[in-house]
């Protein structure tokens, strides 16, 4: 029995997933007190090898499983399943994890044993590319970190599932799991931190910080993500947890239909107008071309682009059958 199992879901990200393979056989903790499981998809990247040759070269089992059905979700149950920690941690293949991570969690947690608690690290991006793009300083300001440190308690909705760790005995007693039904981008993350609430847990930050390690990312990029996520992934939310919608913040106020609900409401009608507008198309120009001028950076010119995907996923929704395993292994979780 190990005390921490570190459960690391990937998807054809083999040299990032690398990083993020060393930086654990890195760790400050001594390498017997926790393993690492991998859990790809056959990827058919190099991924098998990639983690095969770094185990070799470190003299540590490092673990890779396939899982079947390519999601999130369901690889990281089939992590929890085939764990033998005492305490899970989940990272996403691009979360880099600081020298000392699984310590700060473990010191985090050392007062809550057998609590239904969960912890949440700290997320934030490279120095140098924070200080030459707009973009990265707006995804580095949405998270919390040692900078912007966070109150004691996280709400559902503010979960860090990419550096997560929980009680694996808690949590197994308490039947939550990530709901396999969501098959596309978005909102599992979401539905998870909801079930825990539900069942009495409280979500709290820890200093066990990451490196988000975004690279090639964009504001195009991420506007996808946003727009899917709307698209594909709250219909499945919308199913699963209808009873936490209402306590789902200021999202709701970009769903379609809530024009009618705010008729009597000039303000918001205005912004639902300028959303639907062309006016976001013209402000994302606008960031694009001016994403290395500091001085031009305006956080909440960004939160309207995406504001505005948002709210065009909410009218393009599709029905969840019809996002398939099959077409996200051939052309990815976005298309």
Same mark, same amino acid.
């Given at each position: 029995?190990?005390?921490?199992?570190?459960?690391?879901?990937?998807?054809?990200?083999?040299?990032?997933?690398?990083?993020?393979?060393?930086?654990?056989?890195?760790?400050?903790?001594?390498?017997?007190?926790?393993?690492?499981?991998?859990?790809?998809?056959?990827?058919?990247?190099?991924?098998?090898?990639?983690?095969?040759?770094?185990?070799?070269?470190?003299?540590?089992?490092?673990?890779?499983?396939?899982?079947?059905?390519?999601?999130?979700?369901?690889?990281?149950?089939?992590?929890?399943?085939?764990?033998?920690?005492?305490?899970?941690?989940?990272?996403?293949?691009?979360?880099?994890?600081?020298?000392?991570?699984?310590? *700060?969690?473990?010191?985090?947690?050392?007062?809550?044993?057998?609590?239904? $608690?969960?912890?949440?690290? &700290? @997320?934030? /991006? %490279?120095?140098?590319?924070?200080?030459?793009?707009?973009?990265?300083?707006?995804?580095?300001?949405?998270?919390?970190?040692?900078?912007?440190?966070?109150?004691?308690?996280?709400?559902? *909705?503010?979960?860090?599932?990419?550096?997560?760790?929980?009680?694996?005995? $808690?949590?197994?007693?308490? &039947? @939550?799991? /990530? %709901?396999?039904?969501?098959?596309?981008?978005?909102?599992?993350?979401?539905?998870?931190?909801?079930?825990?609430?539900?069942?009495?847990?409280?979500?709290?930050?820890?200093?066990?910080?990451?490196?988000?390690?975004?690279?090639?990312?964009?504001?195009?990029?991420?506007?996808?993500?946003?727009?899917?996520?709307?698209? %594909?992934?709250?219909?499945?939310?919308?199913?699963?947890?209808?009873?936490?919608?209402?306590?789902?913040?200021?999202?709701?106020?970009?769903?379609?239909?809530?024009?009618?609900?705010?008729?009597?409401?000039?303000?918001?009608?205005?912004?639902?107008?300028?959303?639907?507008?062309?006016?976001?198309?013209?402000?994302?120009?606008?960031?694009?071309?001016?994403?290395?001028?500091?001085?031009?950076?305006?956080?909440?010119?960004?939160?309207?682009?995406?504001?505005?995907?948002?709210?065009?996923?909410?009218?393009?929704?599709?029905?969840?059958?019809?996002?398939?395993?099959?077409?996200?292994?051939?052309?990815?979780?976005?298309?």
């Amino acid at each position: 029995m190990y005390e921490i199992s570190v459960i690391v879901s990937t998807w054809r990200r083999v040299e990032i997933l690398k990083k993020v393979v060393s930086a654990l056989l890195a760790q400050s903790m001594s390498a017997e007190r926790f393993e690492i499981l991998v859990i790809d998809s056959r990827s058919g990247d190099g991924t098998d090898e990639a983690v095969q040759d770094i185990a070799a070269r470190s003299g540590r089992p490092v673990r890779l499983v396939n899982c079947e059905i390519n999601s999130i979700s369901a690889k990281r149950n089939l992590g929890i399943q085939l764990a033998n920690g005492c305490y899970l941690i989940f990272l996403d293949d691009d979360c880099i994890p600081d020298p000392d991570h699984l310590e *700060r969690f473990l010191a985090s947690a050392a007062d809550t044993r057998g609590q239904r $608690v969960a912890w949440c690290g &700290g @997320v934030r /991006f %490279d120095k140098g590319l924070i200080s030459a793009s707009n973009y990265y300083r707006y995804r580095d300001e949405c998270h919390f970190s040692k900078l912007r440190p966070r109150a004691e308690k996280l709400e559902f *909705r503010e979960i860090v599932t990419m550096n997560m760790m929980i009680e694996k005995a $808690v949590l197994l007693e308490s &039947g @939550v799991t /990530f %709901d396999e039904r969501f098959l596309g981008y978005g909102y599992e993350d979401v539905e998870f931190g909801w079930q825990l609430t539900k069942r009495g847990f409280s979500i709290r930050p820890s200093p066990a910080e990451i490196l988000h390690e975004e690279l090639n990312g964009s504001l195009v990029k991420f506007k996808n993500k946003i727009y899917h996520s709307s698209r %594909d992934g709250f219909p499945v939310f919308r199913k699963v947890a209808p009873d936490a919608i209402s306590v789902l913040g200021r999202t709701t106020d970009l769903e379609r239909g809530r024009e009618k609900l705010s008729a009597k409401s000039l303000r918001r009608a205005v912004l639902y107008w300028l959303l639907d507008s062309k006016l976001p198309s013209l402000v994302e120009w606008f960031l694009t071309r001016t994403d290395r001028i500091g001085f031009l950076y305006v956080r909440h010119a960004f939160r309207f682009v995406l504001a505005s995907a948002y709210r065009k996923g909410s009218f393009d929704r599709i029905d969840s059958s019809q996002v398939s395993v099959s077409d996200a292994n051939k052309r990815g979780w976005y298309s």
